[in-house]
């Protein structure tokens, strides 16, 4: 099982949305409940349990290659999409200059008939950190479920040399 996926911003914006509301009425809350005296602690709770929706909304947010099927989940709802809709992977620049890992789909309701599976930054150096490294595994992982599947790869030649030289990734023998 790998976890890919990318929150698009109307997402990002719901979760920032609830999470801020679940803050605001937990604050109220505790001030309507213990006077004006707990506002700081009717925050510090808000804060706390807004937090919390956060991380569990982001947490769910996700797809999810199987060796079944891909899961495209929301904290609504889960959709399997079958292996045979996936004709092909790409590794290109997208239209805001980062790296996209994306399967071209046949058939569906998908934008623009593709399911982007990552988004990076140009890789200009070697691994230095934890989002780095994280980021690494998962093209790894990806890399590794689609050679399973037979599904074809392209990588632009700039893509597949910084992989190479700068995080030890080899492009893909046929």
């Given at each position: 099982m790998v976890r890919a996926g990318v929150v698009p911003g109307r997402r990002i914006a719901l979760y920032i949305g609830i999470g801020l509301l679940v803050a605001v009425l937990l604050c109220l809350l505790v001030v309507a409940v213990f006077g004006l005296s707990r506002v700081f602690t009717g925050a510090l709770a808000g804060v706390v349990a807004g937090g919390a929706v956060l991380v569990a909304l982001f947490a769910r947010d996700a797809i999810v290659l199987t060796d079944g099927a891909i899961y495209l989940?929301?904290?609504?709802?889960?959709?399997?999409?079958?292996?045979?809709?996936v004709v092909a992977g790409r590794f290109t620049l997208d239209d805001r200059e980062r790296w996209?890992?994306?399967?071209?789909?046949?058939?569906?309701?998908?934008?623009?008939?593709?399911?982007?599976?990552?988004?990076?930054?140009?890789?200009?150096?070697?691994?230095?950190?934890?989002?780095?490294?994280?980021?690494?595994?998962?093209?790894?992982?990806?890399?590794?479920?689609?050679?399973r599947k037979k599904i074809p790869v392209t990588l632009l030649p700039e893509i597949a040399a910084a992989l190479s030289t700068h995080w030890k990734i080899a492009p893909p023998t046929r």
């Open positions: 989940r929301t904290p609504w709802r889960e959709t399997p999409l079958d292996w045979e809709r996209s890992l994306a399967l071209d789909l046949a058939g569906g309701d998908e934008q623009h008939g593709e399911l982007v599976l990552l988004s990076i930054p140009p890789v200009a150096g070697p691994v230095s950190g934890a989002y780095d490294l994280r980021k690494r595994e998962q093209v790894n992982e990806i890399r590794e479920m689609l050679r």
